[in-house]
C-alpha cells in the first residue's frame, strides 16, 4: 500500500450527527411545504428512508446519503427540470438559515483536524449534499478552513458511489488516488473508494449503519473519526 497522504471525510453521519440535525430539520420543512403535521412529515421521510419506530435514518438510504434531486424525486416526483431546480433552491438556499441553528458536529473536530494536518495530511469533505450547503455547514461549524476542497454531488458529473469524489479529490491536491484514505459512515462512501482507486477505505459507526453493515466491506471499521489520527499512525 502507498503512503496516506489525504483524507476525504464523508459529511453526514461522519462529521455531522445525522439524526439530531436532520430529523427535526424535515420534519419541520415537510410540515411547511405540504402543508402536514408533524406525523404527515415522518410518512413522507418514511418513503426516503426514515425508520418511524426509531426515529432514525435506515442505514444506505437515500435520507442517511443520498442527493438533494433523489429526494425531490420522491417526494415530488414527475416535475421538469425547471421544476426541480427550484426545489433544489427552496431546500438547499430558503431552509440554509434552519439548517445552520440545527447543525450538530458528532464531537470537537477542531483538533482532529488540526492533529491529521500536523502529520501532513490533505484533508477534504465528499458528500451528496450541495456544495453551497456543505460548505456553509463546514463553516458555521468553524472548520472549513482545514479543508483543500469540499466536493459534492452537483461539483462531480455523477455523485457517490461512481469514484468521482476520490479522483477530483487527487485533481486538486496533486495525489494519487492510492494515497487517499475515504473515510464514511455508509456502504456507498466505502464503495466510493473503490471506485474511484483510493488506497484506504475507513469506516466509522458514528452513522445508521451497524459494523455488521460496513465491517466485511471497510479496510479498517473505528467507532468515529476521533479515533483515525492513531489507526493512521498505526499503518
Known sequence: MM???????????????????????????????????ADGADALMEKAGLDRATGTFKAGSILAGGTTRQLIDIWWPGL?????????????????????????????LEPIFTELRAMGLKLGVATNDSHV???????????????????????????????????????????????????????????EARNGGAGLAVAVLSGNAAREDLEHLADHTIASVADLPALLRSL
Open 133 to 191: 450547503s456543505a460548505t456553509n455547514h463546514m463553516a458555521h461549524i468553524g472548520v472549513v478552513e482545514h479543508f483543500e476542497e469540499i466536493i459534492a454531488a452537483d461539483t462531480v458529473p455523477v455523485a457517490k458511489p461512481s469514484g468521482n469524489m476520490i479522483r477530483r479529490f487527487a485533481d486538486i491536491t496533486g495525489l494519487k488516488p492510492a494515497e487517499i484514505a475515504m473515510v464514511g459512515d455508509n456502504s456507498h462512501d466505502i464503495e
Open 3 to 37: 503512503a496516506i497522504r489525504g483524507v476525504l471525510f464523508d459529511k453526514d453521519g461522519t462529521l455531522i450527527s445525522v439524526n439530531d440535525t436532520w430529523v427535526p430539520i424535515y420534519r419541520r420543512m415537510l410540515s411547511d411545504l405540504f402543508h402536514t403535521d
Open 80 to 108: 421538469d427540470e425547471k421544476g426541480v431546480a427550484e426545489k433544489i433552491r427552496i431546500l438547499d438556499h430558503d431552509y440554509a438559515p434552519m439548517v445552520k441553528e440545527s447543525l450538530k458536529p458528532l464531537m470537537p
